[in-house]
């Protein structure tokens, strides 16, 4: 059994309690995981808040376990529809994979998935927070998201 969390993807470091994979096949995304016991909270203001990933994170973000925060890229199909079956499918995908890799019960719901808007500049990265780690970026519609994560203690850390 491979510890990638999506079939292809590769390590690609940690940072402040998240672990970072890239290269997932049929995938263009980062996936940051975060340990079992971590909790979400999400803040999304300005237009575009109706994109459908957006709506799948801010109900995903009220359940008290967050062990994935996906970036997607690209624009989406702009077909609600459509974007949402991509949505909760990589949430799906990540979540199974997750499971299989730790032997721990992963749900969908605990997977927020993003599209940032990121144009052909970098990946949104983490900053340290005093319990875990925060992502501020822009959304492709538009919408500023702030995403702060606790992140419990981990045995073996500092």
Do not use: K, N, Y
């Amino acid at each position: 059994m491979s510890d990638a969390p999506a079939p292809g993807a590769t390590p690609a470091g940690h940072a402040h309690g998240l672990e970072r994979w890239t290269g997932a096949s049929e995938t263009d995304a980062v996936i940051w995981t975060a340990p079992a016991g971590s909790v979400a909270a999400l803040d999304v203001s300005g237009d575009g808040a109706d994109a459908v990933e957006l709506q799948w994170s801010v109900r995903s973000a009220q359940v008290p376990s967050t062990r994935a925060v996906v970036l997607l890229e690209g624009p989406g199909a702009g077909d609600a529809g459509a974007d949402f079956v991509r949505a909760h499918t990589a949430a799906e995908d990540f979540a199974g994979l997750m499971s299989s890799r730790t032997g721990v019960e992963v749900g969908p719901i605990e997977v927020l998935v993003f599209r940032p808007d990121s144009g052909d500049g970098p990946w949104p990265e983490p900053s340290p927070t005093a319990d875990g780690a925060e992502f501020r970026f822009r959304h492709r519609g538009g919408a500023d998201i702030r995403l702060t994560l606790t992140i419990p203690h981990q045995p073996g850390e500092a």
